[in-house]
């Protein structure tokens, strides 16, 4: 069955830091793999994605991710975090049936301090 | 484009009544989805519609939850003799037909007390 793990609940980074939130996935075939972004009484907010090709991928907001299939990862990064980074962040996967049904993992909560 | 809509943003309810929740997505989006979010938890898949036609149903969709989609454009969702255990948000998503990204409506939090 298709999982996604997200390993840390919460991570705290000083602003100007970097950033790096991981991502498992258990997936039979080759995955639609996702960020999404939800700030307090906000909806979800596409981050970035990848479906084939490069396996580094650039997104909004100065974050990037990289498909690594050997360790069915998909980490999330920014070279430099700012205040307003501070919010959840859901790794998903497309699961298979043609039209995309995404699995999320449960979270990580980012705070950020000045 | 307004991006997807939801209302009410917020229902508190007492145990045993039915409450109906509304979506509206992105003009000209044929596919639309339901998702549950409980704290501290990802959102998890409920159903999805192509156009009118509901095509899955979570097993987290008891016989209490019906979700309809009239005419291929809004869709409701129905809980019938909600439980305290149904408290959540309740998120939905649409997007194109043959896209791959899904756009997110703000929600509806269900308080059952």
């Known amino acids: 069955a298709q999982s996604v793990t997200q390993p840390d609940i919460h991570i705290t980074v000083s602003e100007g830091a970097s950033l790096e939130l991981r991502c498992n996935y258990s997936?039979?075939?080759?995955?639609?793999l996702f960020w999404y972004v939800q700030s307090p009484g906000q909806g979800l907010q596409l981050l970035l994605k990848?479906?084939?090709?490069?396996?580094l991928v650039q997104g909004i907001k100065g974050f990037e991710a990289e498909f690594k299939r050997s360790q069915s990862s998909f980490n999330l990064r920014k070279p430099s975090v700012h205040w307003s980074d501070a919010a959840e962040y859901f790794c998903?996967?497309?699961?298979?049936?043609?039209?995309?049904?995404?699995?999320f993992g449960a979270g990580t909560r980012l705070a950020v301090h000045p | 484009d307004t991006g997807v809509s939801q209302d009410p943003r917020h229902k508190i309810t007492k145990r045993g009544q039915n409450v109906t929740f509304r979506c509206d997505p992105i003009?000209?989006?044929?596919?639309l989805y339901w998702y549950r979010q409980t704290l501290g938890q990802g959102p998890e898949f409920l159903t999805y519609?192509?156009?009118?036609?509901?095509?899955?149903k979570s097993r987290l969709l008891s016989d209490r939850f019906s979700a309809e989609r009239p005419k291929g454009s809004f869709s409701t969702l129905e809980i019938q003799r909600t439980e305290q255990g149904d408290s959540a948000m309740y998120l939905c998503?649409?997007?194109?037909?043959?896209?791959?990204?899904?756009?997110f409506g703000p929600g509806t939090r269900l308080t059952v007390t």
């Open positions: 998503a649409s997007s194109l037909d043959g896209g791959d990204e899904q756009y």
């Open positions: 997936y039979g075939a080759t995955p639609y």
């Open positions: 990848y479906f084939s090709g490069d396996t």
């Open positions: 998903a996967v497309g699961a298979s049936g043609g039209y995309n049904k995404l699995i």
């Open positions: 003009s000209e989006h044929n596919r």
């Open positions: 519609f192509q156009n009118e036609a509901q095509l899955e």
